[in-house]
């Protein structure tokens, strides 16, 4: 088996994270978005943790172990749901980075890779285009330093630019000066690579997003999930950023003065429809954005947002959208974001708000005649 340092650095949490899951009787089973719609034990992360221990033991083969370990989103529901806050996901890419040096991981993981050495993302080329198209249309210039600097992140730049497009114009509509676009908001955050399982590129990427941003104060970051593995991921592989990441919704809310959760008192909805909201993983669990994010959608609109309802009415469920699952299991990610888009359909609401252009870009792919807006359009268009 070969070895590496953030190998040998995760050590003790591994295995004591490992032997509680060996030892519990699956108590986060029903919390599993992806077992729950796969309606396999084997991807259960129960499962998932316990291959991931014979893996690390050698007690298991590489290409056993690699038709199961990408079926997880990095959604968080059973850390929640885990008595003992299991990082599941933190183990399953432990897991992913020993196939990847065993080379076993699936071939588009690989591909991803070697796109992401090509060109500092997923995408495999530069988004400076789409960057430069974003400023264009916003009408928003990109400067070359700022203390505040926004980062639409890699995913909204190529499949949801009109998502950061709409946030520029509701910081303009809001008055709100100082957060601005600069060359470096083409940056992907490295995610892609920690959801791959290439630790050693994603510390060396968030080295560089480190250096890069050093100047900076406050990043104010797009998309969720790229927020928490800029807080919480850069954190594990010892990359600590000089400027505070906030994300979108908190920076908005309190442009917005949306710290109250009612609409403004007498004031006539600006939004004319129903409007129905939905929970990003990243968004409500890791960044505990869930109450922020309907007060802001209450005061922009004017209305009480629908709650749609989940597959098995968990608190805040998944399309389907994170942890490369479109890239390595995409029927599933189809069925996952089929799932959501349903029980949109059956809430009353005529228009869906998720805080996430990677959900939004998501839902659409797989259905583009859903109604789906990102929060920053919402408050762009009111
Ligand atoms: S993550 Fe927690 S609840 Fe789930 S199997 Fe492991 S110990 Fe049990
Ligand atoms: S993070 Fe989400 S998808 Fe992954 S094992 Fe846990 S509940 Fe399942």
Redesign the pocket.
């Known amino acids: 088996m070969f070895q590496s340092e953030l190998l040998s650095a995760s050590l003790a949490f591994e295995d004591a994270a490992v032997a509680t899951c060996e030892a519990c009787p699956r108590l ?1 089973r029903h ?5 729950e719609v796969d309606g396999r034990e084997s991807t ?2 129960h499962a ?1 943790v316990t291959l991931s221990g014979l893996l690390k033991r050698a007690r298991i083969r590489a290409e056993s172990v690699a038709p199961f370990i990408y ?9 929640s749901a885990c008595l003992h806050k299991n990082d ?2 933190r183990i ?1 890419t432990l897991a992913r980075h020993r196939l990847l040096l065993e080379r076993s991981a699936p071939a588009e993981v690989k591909e991803l890779c070697g796109r992401f050495g090509v060109a500092g993302n997923p995408q495999g080329r530069s988004l400076r285009d789409a960057l430069d198209q974003v400023s264009e249309v916003s009408g928003r210039p990109i400067v070359s330093e700022a203390p505040t600097i926004y980062l639409p992140g890699c995913m909204t730049l190529d499949r949801s630019p009109q998502s950061a497009i709409d946030f520029l114009r509701a910081t303009s509509l809001l008055g709100v000066f100082g957060v601005e676009l600069a060359r470096s908001s083409d940056a992907c955050c490295g995610l892609p690579l920690y959801w791959a399982g290439d630790l050693e590129g994603f510390r060396q990427h968030a080295r560089r997003i480190a250096d890069q941003f050093a100047h900076v104060e406050r990043l104010i970051v797009h998309d969720p999930a790229c927020a928490l593995a800029m807080r919480v991921r850069y954190a594990e592989v010892g990359v600590h950023l000089r400027a505070r990441v906030e994300h979108v919704v908190p920076f908005l809310a309190e442009a917005f003065g949306a710290e109250a959760s009612t609409p403004r008192e007498g004031a006539t909805p600006s939004w004319h429809g129903v409007l129905a909201i939905a929970d990003n ?1 990243a968004a409500s669990r890791g960044l505990e954005l869930g109450q922020t994010l309907r007060s802001l959608v209450r005061r922009v609109s004017g209305c009480e947002p629908q709650e749609i309802t989940t597959l098995s009415d968990r608190e805040a469920d ?1 399309c389907g959208a994170g ?1 490369l699952l479109p890239l390595t299991t995409p029927i599933l990610a189809h069925e996952m974001a089929m799932a959501r888009i349903e029980t949109f359909r059956t809430s009353g609401g005529d228009t869906l708000v998720m805080p996430s252009p990677r959900c939004v870009a998501h839902l659409r792919e797989v259905d583009p005649t859903v109604n789906v807006l990102d929060l920053a359009s919402l408050v762009g268009r009111v």
């Open positions: 986060c919390a599993c978005p992806v077992a259960s992360p998932l079926h997880c989103t990095d959604c968080g529901a059973c850390t599941v996901p399953v993983c998944c942890g």
